[in-house]
Nanobody, 129 residues
């Protein structure tokens, strides 16, 4: 059974950094596509940063390009989201998932989950002075 535990969120000032962790069980993180998603208050979930199993395809939301990166630690079976230069608009609950759809076309790329997918507890990130 696939299970994630997200952690690392907190309150940070604008311009600060956080590293979120996604500890996985039930599968090996370096063998599957992984995505980080977030849900801001009153908004739908959005794909933030997703990477294919072989790391040959990565999707970044326009709003996080140049600021967020993803990495995997196979020894710890954990995926990380490094977030730098944080902005108030990054405030959201962040989730990780592996049952994602990651695609690239001539018109752009994207990352999403099925609309009926369930979400775990996630980790809260608040960017505020």
């Amino acid at each position: 059974q696939v299970h994630f535990v997200e952690s690392g969120g907190g309150l940070v000032q604008p311009g600060g950094s956080l590293r979120l962790s996604c500890a996985a069980s039930g599968f090996t993180v370096d063998q599957y596509a992984i995505g980080w998603f977030r849900q801001a208050p009153g908004k739908e979930h959005e794909g933030v940063l997703c990477v294919s199993a072989s790391d040959d395809l990565t999707y970044y939301a326009d709003s996080v390009k140049g600021r967020f990166t993803i990495s995997r630690d196979s020894a710890k079976n954990t995926v990380y989201l490094q977030m730098n230069s944080l902005k108030p608009e990054d405030t959201a609950i962040y989730h990780c998932a592996t049952d994602i759809v990651l695609y690239r076309t001539d018109w752009g790329s994207g990352c999403y989950r099925d609309e009926d997918a369930s979400w775990g507890q996630g980790t809260q990130v608040t960017v505020s002075s």
